[in-house]
């Protein structure tokens, strides 16, 4: 696709202390139970993201694709109300991170052709809404690869050097913060949702092949110059409103089997990267597990205040996302805040935010 010129455990964030218990992490430093992010005195040169719809804050914008988030109702209870390409009402888990790792407000898309010289050492995203691990996930969506996201990040590294030079570029990748998220994609649509790639491989098989993509991907970042990485796990995808709907039954439960398929790519990709970091002795490497954060918002949602789990803010079918969820559906929520999911498929800003 043509685009313009630790070691490893399992973390079971709080819901505050998230952001600020994975940059300790990184950083191996010592942290009490009462202090904020913002508070920490850690310095984080930049952090760089990867990935999926949870991390693009709309690179998807700048690319010929139907995967996208750049009109209403997304981002309307944003600054100012405008949508940006993010795949949310709000910000996103990108920009949530970054604020709290105290690098700036909001992580921006690197396609973005105003980015600045700060943008660029403070960090960017690479990544693409819709995008996964199986190449036909991205093939069917038009969308960016893991493959174009690392060739963009090639690129950032030549700017980089120009700019600052080599030594000062290599300083700001190794102390830098690297964030991938990929796989809901693949696991709760391409693999569940149509039959073709079932024709291939049982989900033992599927879910290896993906955890291979992503190990060889985390390799290439290592080689490259990172060194600090974290990969985020699956979320309960069959808690999905489009999961509940197509696989859920008339009572739109859980579709179990969905989120049995997301803990069995859970369980490989901790064991994987526990053995990545072995063989990659500088390596600091994190394996974000989000799938039991996110279940108690599912399970109990009046304990975090909200009042819908099961249905999206916008959609009246609860198959909306993207194209789909747009200023002319017969169902767009008031108050987004009372809904755990913002569409059918992510989570709405209040619920990262928490």
Known sequence: MKFPPVKSFYVYPGLVLFYANVIVVFHSAVVTATSQPNNINITVPAVIAFGDSMLDPGNNDYI??????????????FFEGKPTGRFSDGKILSDFFVENAGVKELLPPYLDPNLQLEDLLTGVSFASAGAGYDHVTNIIASVLSLEDQLEMFKD??????????????????????????????????????????????????????????????????YQLGARRIGVFSLNPVGCLPLQRTINGGTERVCAESVNQAAMIFNSKLSSAMKDLNKQLPEARLVYLDIYFETLPYIQSPSLFGFEVEDEGCCGIFNVESGPLCNP????????????????ALLTNYRKELL
């Open 64 to 77: 010929i694709t139907k995967v996208k988030a750049n009109f209403k109702p997304y981002g309307r209870d």
């Open 156 to 221: 950032y590294i030549e700017k980089l050097k120009v700019a600052v030079g080599e030594e000062r570029t290599a300083l700001v990748l190794a102390k830098s913060i690297f964030l991938l998220s990929m796989g809901s994609n693949d696991v709760s649509e391409r693999y569940s949702v149509t039959a073709f790639r079932r024709f291939h491989y049982d989900i033992n098989e599927y879910t290896s092949m993906m955890v291979n993509e992503s190990s060889k991907f985390q390799k290439e970042l």
């Open 328 to 343: 002319f559906q017969l169902k767009i929520c008031t108050d987004a805040s009372k809904y755990v999911f913002w569409d």
